[in-house]
């Protein structure tokens, strides 16, 4: 006689491989008077932490150059890839403010930081308001 048992699977994991913190870049008003710092204006830390089972190659392609400047220690640079995120592992990017585009001064200027790894794709909203604050008044450049 053959009895059959119900079987229940249940599914572990199966969410995001990468953890992305914060989520959203927000700069919020950047002044561009003073010198330009190495790494950007008003650096944000990006935590990148590798929730998977497997090794992660984390790339960002296409990243917005122009406007955005990324610090890290890269395997490769094109597109910008990390050496590989074993699982549990975090590693943080720089990532701070360089540039802006004639007629966009003091108005929100908005972008995007595209994240690949292990075959997903994130996209993390970022943004900041140009500024200059100039002692004595304002030349309205």
């Avoid at 008077?33 to 392609?61: H, M, W």
């Amino acid at each position: 006689m053959t009895r059959w048992l119900p079987l229940l699977l249940v599914g572990c994991g199966g969410g995001d491989p990468l953890a992305i913190r914060p989520e959203v870049l927000d700069f919020g008003e950047v002044d561009f008077q003073q010198e330009l710092p190495s790494a950007g204006y008003d650096v944000i830390e990006l935590s990148l932490e590798n929730t998977g089972g497997r090794a992660l190659e984390i790339a960002f392609p296409a990243f917005p150059e122009a406007r955005l400047r990324l610090s890290a220690l890269f395997a490769s640079d094109g597109p910008p890839t990390l050496a590989p995120l074993e699982p549990g592992e975090t590693q943080i990017v720089q990532i701070g403010v360089w540039a802006y585009e004639l007629g966009e001064r003091d108005t929100e200027v908005e972008t995007e930081v595209t994240v690949t790894a292990g075959g997903d794709t994130w996209r993390i909203p970022a943004s900041y308001v140009p500024i200059r604050q100039i002692d004595g008044g304002d030349s309205g450049l």
